[in-house]
T-cell receptor, first 115, second 107 residues
Framework: GAVVSQHPSRVICKSGTSVKIECRSLDFQATTMFWYRQFPKQSLMLMAT?????????EQGVEKDKFLINHASLTLSTLTVTSAHPEDSSFYIC???????????FGDGTRLSIL | GQQLNQSPQSMFIQEGEDVSMNCTSSSIFNTWLWYKQDPGEGPVLLIA?????ELTSNGRLTAQFGITRKDSFLNISASIPSDVGIYFCAGHPSMRFGAGTRLTVKP
């Protein structure tokens, strides 16, 4: 149980393109989803927390207009990187949580490469 | 903001040896979580701890939730080559991750 699917697994696109990443909880309802970014050989850095039906809470230093998060249902959250530039290239990982204090379960990540 | 310190940063051990790593937080956690991440993949939950003093095992892995609620350790006994990876601690309510412990196991 507790399967989280993230799609796509890999994106390569030109600078200026907007990229949408989907995160789905397949066998449970996720009241909260989290988006992380991970640079090579570093830890996961929390970008934002989203609760179904409400606006995401962004961590300090993360531009909400740059990284648009939508959590429209209890099984789907999307992260859109708008007008992506090479410095946005990274490994983006989502996680989903059923109820507060339950563990998060992670997707397999999306490797984003902006040329 | 909350500080989460994980140590050691890396470990190089021989197959069969035991491993211990720990995390300390500047503030109290309600839940401690230990994850393992393989290259190019998302973290996989190993052990979740919910109560101060709790000691929980998952096969060769054992983790404890510190009495002060500000620390936790993870032990791996009789390591094998497939234990190689990066181990992270995290916890509620912050959902932030430690810097990770990179484990290398020599056959």
């Amino acid at each position: 149980g507790a399967v989280v699917s993230q799609h796509p697994s890999r994106v390569i696109c030109k600078s200026g393109t907007s990229v949408k990443i989907e995160c789905r909880s397949l066998d449970f309802q996720a009241t909260t989803m989290f988006w992380y970014r991970q640079f090579p050989k570093q830890s996961l850095m929390l970008m934002a927390t989203s609760n179904e039906g409400s606006k995401a809470t962004y961590e300090q230093g993360v531009e909400k207009d740059k990284f648009l998060i939508n959590h429209a249902s209890l099984t789907l959250s999307t992260l859109t990187v708008t007008s992506a530039h090479p410095e946005d290239s990274s490994f983006y990982i989502c996680s989903a949580q059923g109820y507060s204090n339950q563990p998060q379960h992670f997707g397999d990540g999306t490797r984003l490469s902006i040329l | 903001g909350q500080q989460l310190n994980q140590s050691p940063q890396s470990m190089f051990i021989q197959e069969g040896e035991d491993v211990s790593m720990n995390c300390t937080s500047s503030s109290i956690f309600n839940t401690w979580l230990w994850y393992k991440q393989d290259p190019g993949e998302g973290p996989v939950l190993l052990i979740a701890l919910y109560k101060a003093g709790e000691l929980t095992s998952n096969g060769r892995l054992t983790a404890q939730f510190g009495i002060t609620r500000k620390d936790s350790f993870l032990n791996i006994s009789a390591s094998i080559p497939s234990d190689v990876g990066i181990y992270f601690c995290a916890g509620h309510p912050s959902m932030r991750f430690g810097a990770g412990t990179r484990l290398t196991v020599k056959p």
